[in-house]
């Protein structure tokens, strides 16, 4: 995955596979054991690295966190954002958003139902100052996109009269949760639970 | 509030206002520092007592979160589980869950958009297997619960043509999602999001 740049990326490894791995076993184990009872042990154990070869690709546990949101960031910039912005029907910019970040997380979910990265992207209390507001800034320009989408389809005439504000946190709020439950051993793929957080969403659960 | 008799519940004080305020700012604290980070001190000071006088409330550390857990259970059995099983029509349980789920979390937030005590519920990986266990057992009966009216709500024609554990889930994370953005001094009371978000799931976003 080629990580894009932006303002708030760190210094960027030479082997970014090898870092997204990195990044994706350590959340893994924050989700486990708590971001203070994880180790640099635990991780370079994880990825099958020593310590030294593990500090060769990050600084240590107290940038941790940041990489691993700014990895998580980069991510939906990439695969949602993007894609999404590059579209001129408002409709189909909600649909993509809905279905890539569905997929975004998904396609990364373990056995377990989690996909840490993203769960890990809301322990901001570990976070310094500056670098939680940088992580802030970054959610706020997505809940931003969202709620521009969603006024851009009422000037369609093709939103629903609910709350704008409220509407883009109820459909952030479906899709961040499949972080805490989908399992990708289970019956549905993700595909289909893309389409079915997407029907859900659009025409709601009641029958009309 | 009455804290309602059941077999998860830690053995209760005789002062269960303030007990529930030790969890709540416990919660706070916990979401603020992280649970490591959190001293008794911290949580004595908040709620003004010494630290013999909280430790007269609650053992210490090591059960605090399965206590604010559990407290957290108890006020959802209270005040939306039992109400709805007390109702006859699907679409009424269903609504009834969607509003006092909704009102249980945004009357108990603070203004930085924060309801300590749901977030708290995710924080899993602190427990001791046979709490978690606990925990897990009632999260499990809530979902099931939501599923089973679905499944009512489809037998009696009234659910759009969508995945029943799919649905429930996102319908979860709406809600639980108000946890982490709405702010009761902000534009909407708890009554008007509760409505929104009703409005959101069960007629979704799109015009029909």
Redesign the interface.
Known sequence: MRIIENPFSLPVSREPNRLGEIYRAAARII???????TSMNDIAEAVGLTKAGLYHHISGKRDLLFGIMTYGMDALEQEVIVPARALEDA?QR?RTIIHNHVRLITSRSNSDGNNAVTIVL??V??LTPPQRRKIDQRKRAYVDLIRDI?RD?AAD???????I???A??????????S??YNPEG??SPE??AE??A??????????
């Open positions: 989700r486990e054991k708590g971001f203070d009872g409709e909600l809301d322990e209390a570990g969603l389809l005439g093709k939103l629903n009269a609910v709350d504000t409220t509407a946190f109820a459909l952030l709020g479906m899709i961040l949760w499949l805490r439950w019956r549905l289909q639970v079915e957080v029907k859900a969403a659009l025409t709601g659960l009641l029958r009309h």
